[in-house]
């Protein structure tokens, strides 16, 4: 399937692999991961002022897409922060992949382009320093184990 002419000029922000369905990573620029919906997060974190809104994909929705077959996401983000998931959170939790904050895209300065998001807020057990250390920013590879 050819990608539309906007997409073809974009840059891969995400890439998935490891088990999933085909067995080959899945790139994704920023228009093919808002195609698949978008979701919304109002949560104060310990990284942010104030209480911010973030929107991203629905991580339910885009490990769905790809066919994860694995029940740990090993997470790698572009400052070589590393950290493991379990795919369980993204079934109990609406954890989001948001590539906004307060309706302005993030850059890699201010924590992007995407950045695993929880509803802490909205959730108070959330807020234990195991999720916490989930809430991975600058992600760049999701690999499914």
């Known amino acids: 399937m050819a990608l539309p002419a906007y997409a073809q000029s974009e840059p891969v922000i995400l890439t998935i692999d490891g088990a999933i369905e085909g067995g080959k990573p899945v790139d994704f620029t920023m228009s093919q991961l808002e195609a698949l919906g978008t979701a919304t997060i109002v949560t104060s974190t310990p990284w942010t002022e104030g209480t911010p809104t973030f929107d991203g994909v629905p991580m339910r929705v885009l490990l769905e897409h790809v066919g994860a077959k694995g ?11 590393q950290t493991s998931v379990p795919v369980i959170d993204f079934t109990t939790y609406p954890v989001i992949l948001a590539t906004k904050m307060d309706g302005e895209y993030m850059t890699v300065r ?36």
């Open 110 to 145: 201010n924590k992007g382009p995407l950045f695993i998001m929880y509803p802490f807020d909205a959730v108070p057990e959330l807020q234990a320093e195991i999720y916490l250390s989930r809430a991975a920013w600058q992600v760049r590879t999701i690999t499914i184990k």
């Open 71 to 81: 029940e740990t996401a090993e997470v790698l983000a572009l400052n070589n922060y």
